[in-house]
């Protein structure tokens, strides 16, 4: 299987069961706490590696005790640190998470620290990883303007980008041109489109946008519904296996994960 390199973030999820999502002023108490590695950069990481990939993972944590979280994670999955970076300034990202028990479904706030935070020289310390892999994953929790550097030394050398556009923000219409795929969910693609998603005529719309800026391929995930896939040559919908829903917190990381890993392996 081909390397995969994975830029994002690392953040440290601080997860509460709750029976009842708490109201604005409201406290409610909860079933379960638990504390262990996240961000979507991570998460993918991790996946991939189970998946069977190459990784390499770049990104940074802060000088404190949530960066032995990290580098634990990593090191316990054979996964190299060579490319995470310490910041002596900004502390290692936090996910707080609330997962309802009864349907699953979460909320997150995240706060991404040092993660927000790499330097431009710090990527191009990494330029050997990025160009020797055959594909980038890359997300949005980062700082934009090493996401869009690590995404240029990317298309520059052939490697095929796989955007996870989350969270998400107003990106430049230049970060499109050349992408090979991108994976937004139902939410995220009509933030960045305008459009809004309710029949297979605005999903066309929608993924028009994108082809239209220069994405090659566009997958929209549309939760329990499935996904809409649309290439130069296709539009296809893939309805999603029925399951019953325990936790939805990295549903999407795990779907960008799995896909990768696919196409590294050289699946089509």
Known sequence: MSKVTVFGSFVVDLMARVTVTPKSGETVKGSYFKMSAGGKGSNQAVAAKRAGANVVMITKVGQDN???????????????TVFIFIDNEKPTGVALIMVGEEDGQNIITVVPGASDNILLEEVKKAKNEIISGSHLLIQLETNLDVTI?????????????????????????AIYEGIYLITPNELEAE?????????????IKTTNFFHEKGVENVIITLGSKGVYISTK?????VEAIEVEVVDTTGAG?????GLVAALASGRK
């Open 253 to 257: 990381d795990a779907f960008n994960v």
């Open 149 to 173: 550097e690590a995404i240029n030394i990317a298309k520059e050398n052939n490697v095929k980008v796989i955007l996870n556009p989350a969270p998400v923000i107003n990106l430049p219409d």
């Open 66 to 80: 949530f960066k032995d979280i990290d580098l634990t994670s990593f090191e316990r999955e054979e996964i190299s």
């Open 233 to 237: 040559s296709e539009r296809v919908f």
């Open 191 to 203: 933030s960045l489109s305008g459009v809004k998603i309710n029949d297979e005529k605005s999903l």
